[in-house]
């Protein structure tokens, strides 16, 4: 059974054309269909049965949507970070306002950054993108943080030109990783994992969220597409072009526990 089964969101800021953006485009330009685009995601969540907590928004802050970059989830514990953007480091009271009822939360401590887009739960392991926004210090902590639990963290280096190991790479299922060849060396990715290469020009594609056979996806990545429906997943586009120009994914609209 898939392990998305709640999740917390949080609605686009009015201000969402303001939101941090230097990789995938240079900002949003409509966010009346950013705030659409929010919307069916947020019912395709809940159509895959997700118990989704709606969380308010604020224009102070333009990324505010942005809720997986607050936090770290393991069994039923929370770790904070310490965003790696200082225009973002607000916008986690409201997150852990949300989650301080369901979760025990714990916090990083300096001079750890980490954006929770930096981090792949992948089986008994913590994939750890380290970033422009995520040090290997947070590595550290969030390897502290998750080893009593049984999990080990494993380490990726990410090039200058990708924002977040999510924004390049999603594990879509078990032991399966989906990822552009390109920003990974032979080492990158754990040696039990299987990984499917897309087109370096279908990166956006590689970020998914998977419910056991059915995989949410990107609209527009025909190549990524058909490299899962081979496999016999089902997959589920939603249009994603205005949250995508804000350097947002799917994976980053929302935390899982
Ligand atoms: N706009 C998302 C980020 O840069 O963190």
Same mark, same amino acid.
């Given at each position: ?108 401590? !300096?001079?750890?950054?980490?954006? %929770?887009?930096?981090? *792949?739960? =992948?089986?008994?392991?913590? +994939? &750890? ?69 897309? !087109?370096?020009?279908?990166?956006? %594609?590689?970020?998914? *969220?998977? =419910?056991?056979?059915?995989? +949410? &996806? ?40």
């Amino acid at each position: 059974m898939s392990e998305h089964r709640r999740a917390i969101v949080r609605g686009v800021a009015d201000t969402f054309d303001q939101a941090v953006a230097a990789y995938f485009g240079t900002g949003p330009s409509d966010v009346d269909e950013a705030k659409r685009q929010h919307d069916t995601y947020v019912a395709s969540l809940r159509k895959f049965g997700v118990k989704v907590k709606e969380l308010p928004t604020d224009n102070d802050y333009p990324d505010c949507c942005f809720v997986e970059d607050q936090v770290v989830v393991c069994d039923g514990k929370g770790l904070l970070t310490i965003s790696g953007h200082d225009t973002r480091k607000g916008e986690q009271d409201v997150v852990k306002a949300g989650l301080e009822s369901e979760l025990e939360l714990s916090r990083m401590t !300096p001079p750890a950054r980490m954006d %929770g887009g930096d981090v *792949i739960k =992948f089986g008994d392991k913590y +994939l &750890v993108g380290i970033s422009t926004r995520t040090n290997r210090e947070a590595a550290q902590q969030l390897r502290d943080f998750v080893t009593p639990m049984g999990y080990t963290v494993h380490e990726i280096p990410i090039p200058s030109n990708a924002l977040h190991l999510k924004s390049i790479a999603s594990s879509p299922a078990p032991g399966l990783i989906l990822a552009p060849r390109v920003y990974f060396d032979e080492n990158s990715f754990p040696e039990d994992a299987e990984v499917i290469w897309v !087109p370096e020009e279908e990166v956006y %594609g590689a970020n998914t *969220i998977g =419910f056991d056979n059915d995989i +949410l &996806v990107a609209d527009g990545y025909p190549h990524a597409h058909k490299a899962l429906t081979d496999r016999g997943f089902n997959i589920h586009p939603i249009e994603m072009s205005q949250i995508r120009a804000g350097d947002g994914s799917l994976t980053c609209l929302s935390v899982f526990y």
